[in-house]
Antibody
Framework: QLQLQESGPGLVKPSETLSLTCTVS??????????WGWIRQPPGKGLEWSGSIHYSGRTYYTPSLKSRVSISVDTAKNQFSLQLTSVTASDTAVYYC????????????WGQGTMVTVSS | QSVLTQPPSASGTPGQRVTISCSGGSSNIGSNTVNWYHQLPGSAPQLLIYSTNRRPSGVPDRFSGSRSGTSASLVIRGLQSEDEAEYYC???????????FGSGTKVTVL
């Protein structure tokens, strides 16, 4: 059974870079069938897709973050990562990593989420 | 403000049928499949419906999805107390070139 676990700092200063890692267990990140994504949820608000990646390296990013976001895969560590540059308070959110079995954007397995606060 | 509009709330008594709507446009629901998620308080979202009307393994057949034009619907039949959660629709948007979530609907079991 595939499981995902987010890790990274819970506090990031404004203008700095937010970096999160999602570790995949119970399966290989290199499967051609899967897409891996990051979704965030600001406190008390709805879900926002940040971006997705296929193990081949093809990436998809939400237009509102496209200039600041980067997602990459490390097949050796069975991990994928999110980097968000020049963060502001509006980037404060619970960040979830997730994967898809059924189609590229139907996220059926999720990590538990990690809260990231942007504050000085 | 999301391009996929959902009613903020819906409710029903145990055993009732509840329908949640998701209104979009030609660039999202009108031309792409719809996914539905629910999120219990303090938990990660869970996929309920993918490709508009298909259920992942393990999701009860009480949940069903459909689409008509630029709107989609999620139906919960035989409402149960554990269905009390936030429900989100989602779809790819060709104009935005991104995956968008609906605004969310809070379902309350009376």
């Amino acid at each position: 059974q595939l499981q995902l676990q987010e890790s990274g700092p819970g506090l990031v200063k404004p203008s700095e870079t937010l970096s999160l890692t999602c570790t995949v267990s119970g399966g290989s990140i290199s499967s051609s069938s899967y897409y891996w994504g990051w979704i965030r949820q600001p406190p008390g608000k709805g879900l926002e897709w940040s971006g997705s990646i296929h193990y081949s390296g093809r990436t998809y990013y939400t237009p509102s973050l496209k200039s600041r976001v980067s997602i990459s895969v490390d097949t050796a560590k069975n991990q994928f990562s999110l980097q968000l540059t020049s963060v502001t308070a509006s980037d404060t959110a619970v960040y979830y990593c997730a994967m898809t079995h059924y189609d590229p954007f139907a996220f059926d397995i999720w990590g538990q989420g990690t809260m990231v606060t942007v504050s000085s | 403000q999301s391009v996929l509009t959902q009613p903020p709330s819906a409710s029903g008594t145990p055993g009732q049928r509840v329908t949640i709507s998701c209104s979009g446009g030609s660039s999202n629901i009108g031309s792409n499949t719809v996914n539905w998620y629910h999120q219990l308080p303090g938990s990660a979202p869970q996929l309920l419906i993918y490709s508009t009307n298909r259920r992942p393994s393990g999701v009860p057949d009480r949940f069903s999805g459909s689409r008509s034009g630029t709107s989609a619907s999620l139906v919960i039949r035989g409402l149960q107390s554990e269905d009390e959660a936030e429900y989100y629709c989602a779809a790819w948007d060709d104009s935005l070139n991104g995956y968008v979530f609906g605004s969310g609907t809070k379902v309350t079991v009376l």
